[in-house]
């Protein structure tokens, strides 16, 4: 009887507990669609397309938009590999191993970052890069980043080779929720600015090696007469975000 308390007690307890509250799985949300290799716009780095279909990335860096209109709504299913063979130390000077999705990719000066840090540290980093009137690396560089502090998070496991885990980002108007394999690990909101900023979903990872999968929304029920313009958000060839 002591013990069946005693276990009772200790269920109500975690199902309680802050760290539990704020992992609990995720509404039922926007049903995704895989993207094709060919709707894929690659600006920075090599994208792979192996035999069963998923992608797969070796090099140190990589940058890709999404070649369609589509709700900002987007998930990377991956297969962490391991560190890359080179390494491409950040602007800042940090070698940092990681992975994210783009959102609202107006250009390279001009987006949302929604990253799972990997190495050194195990964290979602959530920054918007802002620089109005710029739109090429060479005007921009790293310049305009701007870190968003989250209204609830939740400490990351350590990501280790071999394993394969999920990353999807959600945002409906200002309000940013970030979900890590079925988990809210973080929400917060985004404030007006990320209204002034507009494109495709997309994907980016630094100094490590993956397969895996992308998945976006549906086409966006207000621009399904519009294609991908280039002329908004180009598809060209770019030494880094």
């Known amino acids: 009887m002591k013990l069946m308390v005693f276990v009772t007690l200790a269920l109500v307890a975690c199902l309680y507990s802050p760290l539990a509250q704020s992992t609990q799985p995720m509404a039922s949300g926007p049903t995704l669609q895989r993207i094709d290799p060919d709707k894929i716009c690659v600006t920075n780095g090599v994208v792979s397309t192996l035999r069963d279909g998923r992608l797969a990335i070796e090099t140190p860096s990589s940058r890709a938009i999404i070649r369609e209109v589509t709700a900002q709504s987007a998930e990377i299913r991956f297969r962490y590999l391991g560190p890359s063979k080179l390494s491409k130390p950040l602007a800042s000077g940090e070698l940092r191993r990681q992975i994210g999705l783009k959102l609202r990719a107006q250009d390279t000066c001009n987006l949302l970052y929604a990253m799972w840090h990997i190495e050194p540290d195990s964290r979602i980093a959530v920054s918007i890069k802002r620089n109005a009137g710029k739109h090429t690396h060479q005007e921009c560089d790293a310049h305009g980043y701007v870190n968003i502090k989250p209204r609830r998070s939740v400490e990351m496991p350590k990501i280790h080779p071999g394993e394969s885990h999920a990353l999807r980002a959600e945002l409906r108007g200002n309000d940013l929720t970030i979900v890590a394999d079925r988990r809210v690990v973080w929400e917060g909101e985004l404030g007006e600015e990320i209204s002034e900023i507009d494109g495709p979903v997309g994907f980016r990872t630094d100094n490590a090696r993956f397969e895996f999968?992308?998945?976006?929304?549906?086409?966006d029920s207000e621009a399904k007469s519009r294609k991908f313009d280039e002329s908004v958000s180009p598809c060209l060839?770019?030494?880094?975000d």
């Open 213 to 219: 999968e992308y998945y976006a929304d549906r086409v």
């Open 237 to 240: 060839s770019s030494p880094g």
